[in-house]
């Protein structure tokens, strides 16, 4: 008896050991995700290039030169034409093309207003930016197609005002273009949107979509699951962010 328990209890221990050794399978790097959406984005020509179009009533204007950034919001109120410059060393205001002053207080306000309309129009470019950390959560499927899911945060240090939002984005597995995003933001109350890529052009080298702006009933749920809430309809349509009369040159 004791002759066949050794060779079974052998048997044994060998293919436990066999299964505790077999190497996990690595998840993609995120960097490289990132990398290629950014090449299939255009993003070599929208970092030297200059980028116009129209939001809603008001003229963005975007000169990049590498590093080097001016962005530019012009629009008409009561007192007249205002232009919004904010570079990478400072924010001014002009005012029928005369530069004024601004409150301290309201220089983060505008610059936030300003830097935002930009920095959403040419996503995933800016992802590689130092003070962004990225992860890989997952592969899933929306409306049938495969996608790989990065969850975006960043650093408090370069990280700007809004350091603590968090970003998740869905790149195809097939292209690597951006089809969707969602972020999780804190200021005035919080919330949290669910964006949904449409209209895709390229304009001169660079890819410019469109989005349907969704949100949800409640902004008490974990955002890296938001996308379940959309596949299962429980997102509401909140407007269209749609940029009109582009250019890049």
């Not at 409150?103 to 962004?132: C, E, K, R």
Request: overall charge negative.
């Amino acid at each position: 008896m004791k002759s066949i328990l050794l060779p079974l209890l052998f048997l044994t221990v060998l293919i436990s050991c066999k299964q505790n050794t077999t190497p996990e399978v690595a998840a993609p790097n995120a960097t490289n995700i990132v990398n290629e959406a950014i090449k299939i984005a255009g993003g070599d020509t929208i970092l030297t290039s200059t980028l116009t179009f129209k939001f809603r009533d008001k003229t963005y204007k975007a000169v990049r030169d590498g590093g080097a950034f001016t962005l530019n919001r012009t629009f008409i109120d009561s007192v007249g034409t205002i232009r919004d410059v904010l570079s990478n060393t400072r924010f001014e205001r002009f005012v029928n093309n005369e530069v004024v002053k601004v409150p301290d207080s309201l220089v983060d306000t505008y610059s936030n207003a300003v830097n935002s309309v930009h920095y959403f129009s040419i996503l995933p470019v800016g992802l590689n930016d130092g003070a962004v950390y990225k992860t890989y959560l997952d592969t899933v499927t929306i409306n049938k197609k495969s996608y790989h899911k990065i969850k975006v945060t960043f650093s408090e240090e370069n990280g700007g005002e809004d350091f603590d939002d968090v970003f998740v984005y869905w790149f195809s597995t097939e292209d690597y273009k951006l089809d969707y995003l969602a972020y999780q933001y804190h200021v005035n109350g919080g919330g949290i949107r669910f964006r949904e890529a449409f209209n895709e052009r390229y304009i001169n080298g660079a890819r410019i979509v469109d989005y349907n702006n969704y949100k949800p009933e409640t902004i008490d749920i974990n955002i890296e699951t938001i996308d379940a809430l959309f596949k299962n309809k429980k997102l509401q349509l909140l407007s269209k962010i749609e940029l009109e009369n582009v250019s890049v040159e």
